[in-house]
T-cell receptor, first 115, second 115 residues
Framework: AQSVTQLGSHVSVSEGALVLLRCNYS??????LFWYVQYPNQGLQLLLK??????LVKGINGFEAEFKKSETSFHLTKPSAHMSDAAEYFC?????????????FGTGTLLAVQP | NAGVTQTPKFQVLKTGQSMTLQCAQD?????MSWYRQDPGMGLRLIHY???????DQGEVPNGYNVSRSTTEDFPLRLLSAAPSQTSVYFC??????????????FGPGTRLTVL
């Protein structure tokens, strides 16, 4: 069965510092990979996704993630944090193939940005 | 387009009461799903549907019923509410086929408290 692990339920960085949010998956076949962001009292918004092709994926708001098959990882990074990046971030996977779009989510990482 | 809409935004129930959470989308998406979000547990899939008349269980289906009589609507029914169902509920939808099938759109959520 597929699973997703996000290391660190809370991450705090200073404004302007590097943001690194970790995500590892467990699957016999590399799945489709996603990062979603949730701002307070809002729904989830897709940041970026990896389906095929280039393993470095760029998303919205300056975020990017790299798919590393050998490490079964899909870590999210941003070179310079902004106060507006404070939110909860979820990594998710979807099984390749099949006619459903079932997503399996990690437990989330709450990002705090200090001035 | 309104996207994915959910009603109500907030609801308080007493143990044993029943209610229906409404979800509608105007994007002609085949796939619709319900998740619950609990602190430290991420989002967990309750039920999903790949088209009108077709539904299936997700990870945590007990205590919930769904039906899909139209493409647009996917209501979630709590037959006899329990305090363990206190949560934030999100509806999501997406295409199943085509180039954009991987992006799920989330509603704003319904915050449910069961006393």
């Amino acid at each position: 069965a597929q699973s997703v692990t996000q290391l660190g339920s809370h991450v705090s960085v200073s404004e302007g510092a590097l943001v690194l949010l970790r995500c590892n998956y467990s699957s016999s076949v590399p799945p489709y990979l996603f990062w979603y962001v949730q701002y307070p009292n809002q729904g989830l918004q897709l940041l970026l996704k990896y389906t095929t092709g280039a393993t470095l994926v760029k998303g919205i708001n300056g975020f990017e993630a790299e798919f590393k098959k050998s490490e079964t990882s899909f870590h999210l990074t941003k070179p310079s944090a902004h106060m507006s990046d404070a939110a909860e971030y979820f990594c998710a996977v979807r099984h390749r193939g099949g006619a459903t779009n079932k997503l399996i989510f990690g437990t989330g990482t709450l990002l705090a940005v200090q001035p | 387009n309104a996207g994915v809409t959910q009603t109500p935004k907030f609801q308080v129930l007493k143990t044993g009461q029943s209610m229906t959470l409404q979800c509608a989308q105007d994007m002609n998406h085949e796939y619709m799903s319900w998740y619950r979000q609990d602190p430290g547990m991420g989002l967990r899939l309750i039920h999903y549907s790949v088209g009108a008349g077709i539904t299936d269980q997700g990870e945590v289906p007990n205590g919930y019923n769904v039906s899909r009589s139209t493409t647009e609507d996917f209501p979630l029914r709590l037959l006899s509410a329990a305090p363990s169902q206190t949560s934030v509920y999100f509806c999501a939808s997406s295409y199943i086929w085509g180039s954009s099938y991987n992006e799920q759109f989330f509603g704003p959520g319904t915050r449910l408290t069961v006393l």
